[in-house]
């Protein structure tokens, strides 16, 4: 695959994050940097799968992990660098030698692969070709002999048939060739000579396959007659009579040759799962193809060695906890957030923004404006979007001034109105209906950890906004369930499920812990496992303060 920056908001992403991922990537693509790609590494809210229909815009990429794949180590394939698998040797060994690859895949003429030429496979059948002890025995065509050769046909019959030739060069005395064409008269035989209208003559006679004349000669009319009233083929060489034989013994076509024991793998196939075949591969490469089994690309030991080809940029979270599994082996070029500073080790310095807004879409709006790009208007609609959502249509503790400021100016360069399609989107977002307890608690999720003089402790948070918390509260044994099932999952010290009320801007919290560190929670109790946390409505900003000053408590 081509460079690409991937683009990821945290694991399990809210609309903020999904948003921004987009937002940022279109902005990077506008300024030229068409390597920037949006992606995911979770499933899409129902609020935010909302905004995308609604709106008609393309959500980002879903990548569950990035686990090193083949993908993004491997050679893309450039110009000629497949052969097809009806080519000749020679053709290929040429085209092997202009491109400078030491491995030369072998499709069919829909780009599949089917095996691999290269240089350990490709010395071993020539060696076996030119057995001294016997007489040159090559599978080949006449088409692809004329090829090689680039010889003068003069008569081709059943060309693009392929046969195993018994070669004979008629070199010798008369006598000693009439005896050696006698003993092979069972056989497709093809006889290589110069100049000689005797050995013509025989070789018509006896009905020889083909007829290969050296030199440049042209035979007599009448042999050439006889020849096509046999249906015998005849072909003039420009080279001499060793050149011929030699390059006859090349015109095989790769499909005879090549090492069909080299299976492909697939683009998506881990690092971890191909070490192991690169090493036991003949040439240290496999090639890589997609599901449909087209050749996409090649890999070998010396690429893993390299940097891969993909790059990450992070929105909307800062915190190895919250980012997509595999993010270390990448280089990270940007972060783009508005949360606490976590801990994610870069190896060369990066862009950090981090500013004390409600939402990672202000910060990615302001991007546009600072840089003096027009937003697209589609563009503009999701980072609406993605601002009232995150700061509860500007009613959070987390709005500030320049979230107002933003969202007026969105509001104004798309012609919507805060008020209606902030409860628009928040509505989309707080039915749960029929939705299972594990969805809603994973559908916006953080994990969270604190220092401590054992080690981290580690804990969830889960947040949901809804018009009234009844229809969890009346589930609220479920829910508690699978809290207690998220908890031991993850190895955390509790977990927790922010159920915030969007008309009276308060929340309960739900809360499945180690029975050690449940009597430290000393928030409102409203039942067991349930509190009330009063004017509460932002994770970020007042939950997750809260839960600190709690595990520093119970510390």
Excluded at 31 to 39: K, L, P, R
Aim: charged content about 25%; glycine content about 6%.
């Amino acid at each position: 695959m081509k460079n690409t920056t991937y683009v990821f908001g945290h694991k399990n992403p809210d609309t903020d994050s999904i948003v921004s991922a987009v937002a940022f990537a279109r902005l990077k693509n506008i300024m030229g940097e068409s390597e920037y790609v949006a992606a995911r590494a979770g499933k899409l809210s129902p609020q935010t799968e909302y905004i995308f229909k609604r709106f008609n815009i393309a959500p980002p990429e879903f990548h569950a992990d990035m686990v090193p794949k083949a993908a993004y180590y491997m050679n893309e394939l450039g110009e000629n660098a497949t052969v097809l698998e009806s080519e000749s040797l020679w053709n290929a060994a040429g085209l092997m030698q202009k491109i400078g690859n030491h491995v030369l895949p072998v499709v069919d003429s829909e780009g599949k692969y089917k095996s691999l030429l290269h240089y350990n496979v490709f010395a071993h059948n020539v060696l076996s070709i030119l057995n001294p002890e016997h007489h040159l025995g090559v599978s080949t065509s006449i088409s692809l002999i004329q090829k090689t050769l680039n010889a003068q046909p003069l008569n081709i019959c059943s060309g693009d048939e392929i046969h195993k030739f018994t070669i004979i060069v008629g070199a010798a005395s008369f006598a000693s060739f009439q005896e050696t064409i006698g003993a092979h008269l069972s056989e497709k035989v093809v006889v290589i000579t110069g100049d000689r209208d005797d050995v013509h003559e025989l070789c018509i006679d006896k009905g020889v396959f083909a007829l290969v004349i050296t030199g440049g000669k042209l035979p007599e009319k009448a042999v050439i007659e006889k020849a096509k009233k046999r249906g015998i083929s005849v072909l003039i060489s420009s080279f001499d009579t060793a050149s011929t034989s030699m390059l006859i013994s090349y015109s095989s076509p790769v499909s005879v040759m090549s090492d069909y024991s080299v299976q492909p793998v697939l683009e998506m196939d881990t690092v971890k799962k191909i070490k192991p075949l690169l090493h036991k591969s003949p040439s240290h490469s496999l090639p890589v193809v997609d599901e449909d089994d087209r050749l996409i690309g090649v890999i070998s030991e010396n690429d893993l060695l390299h940097e891969p080809n993909v790059q990450i940029s992070l929105v909307d979270h800062n915190e190895i906890s919250q980012a997509v599994e595999g993010i270390e082996n990448y280089r990270i070029r940007e972060i783009i957030d508005h949360h606490r500073i976590g801990a994610i080790p870069t190896k060369y310095p990066i862009t950090f923004i981090n500013r004390p807004v409600g939402s990672t879409s202000t910060q990615v709006a302001n991007m546009f404006r600072e840089n003096r790009v027009s937003i697209p208007k589609e563009i503009a609609q999701i980072l609406l979007c993605g601002i009232l959502s995150d700061t509860l249509i500007l009613r959070s503790a987390t709005t500030t001034d320049v979230d107002r400021d933003v969202a007026e100016y969105l509001s104004s360069i798309t012609e919507l109105d805060i008020e209606s399609l902030g409860k628009d989107i928040i509505s989309a977002g707080s039915h749960i209906g029929a939705r299972s307890a594990g969805e809603v608690i994973a559908q916006d999720m953080k994990e969270y950890s604190e220092a401590s003089d054992g080690g981290k402790i580690s804990y969830t948070a889960s947040q949901i906004e809804v018009e009234e918390t009844e229809e969890i509260l009346s589930r609220k044994k479920e829910f508690l369930g699978e809290l207690e099932i998220v908890r031991r999952s993850h190895g955390a010290l509790f977990s927790v499920l922010l159920v915030t009320d969007i008309t009276k801007l308060s929340s309960v919290m739900l809360i499945a812990g180690d029975p050690k560190f449940i009597p430290f929670v000393n928030f409102p109790k409203k039942d067991e496992g349930v509190f009330y946390l009063k004017d509460v409505v932002s994770r970020k900003k007042q939950l997750v303060p809260l839960l600190t000053e709690v595990i520093g408590n119970y510390r």
